[in-house]
């Protein structure tokens, strides 16, 4: 029987070189690490985080919306920021924020980190393919807004995402600010909001 994962705060996604293992009803654990564990990422994870990523995203966009270097530069600058969601050790899910100090997001944002801001720019939200259809990326969504909100100075969120997008993130409380002015390579976004001092939202499964 699959384990039920419980539902309190953090997470789209390669194929990772040890695959996600499928636990027989009746085999013993022999180990101790944690069913399942939320805790903020580290430099130590930066290959796995971009190898799920760019399965998700290079499958679909062809582009990824962190590289490696710049995985490792947020995880060196505001781990703090980060999200992991892990099952037995191994990576399932992850978001990946940083810090900005504007009112919109801009080209800058996608690379830089602004300290001390009220303001978290979600970068990536990723899931590793044997873990989708699974709602894992609502639940860890819902847990990363929890964790912000209980920070001191954040009073915000925002991210930018395609239009079919859209729908998943109206259902997790967030706003549409409008089409975004950051590009990549000729694609165009949607800015989206998230106020951290308003009520979380209460669903938690979704289709993604």
Avoid at 60 to 71: N, R
Avoid at 72 to 92: H, I, M, T, Y
Wanted: include cysteine; proline fraction near 6%; charged fraction near 20%.
């Amino acid at each position: 029987m699959t384990k039920q994962v419980s539902s309190s705060p953090f997470l789209k996604p390669f194929f990772l070189k040890t695959p996600v293992r499928v636990v027989r009803p009746l085999q013993q654990r022999r180990h101790t690490l944690p069913a399942s564990e939320f805790r903020n990422l580290t430099r130590q994870d930066a290959i796995s985080v971009f190898e799920i990523e760019r399965e998700a995203f290079v499958s679909v966009s062809g582009e990824c919306p962190l590289t490696l270097d710049e995985v490792l530069n947020f995880l060196d600058q505001c781990p703090e920021l980060s999200l992991g969601w892990f099952e037995e050790g191994q990576l399932v899910a992850f978001i990946i924020g940083s810090g900005w100090h504007k009112e919109r997001l801009s080209q800058e944002a996608m690379t830089r980190h602004v300290p001390d801001t009220p303001t978290v720019h979600i970068h990536v939200l990723s899931v590793h393919r044997h873990c989708r259809q699974q709602g894992k990326g609502s639940i860890l969504l819902w847990r990363y807004l929890q964790y912000l909100r209980c920070m001191p100075g954040l009073r915000r969120a925002l991210l930018i995402c395609e239009d079919f997008l859209v729908p998943f993130y109206l259902k997790a409380g967030f706003k549409e600010k409008g089409p975004s002015g950051i590009s990549v390579s000729n694609m165009q976004f949607q800015e989206m909001e998230y106020m951290l001092n308003g009520q979380a939202y209460a669903r938690r499964n979704s289709g993604c």
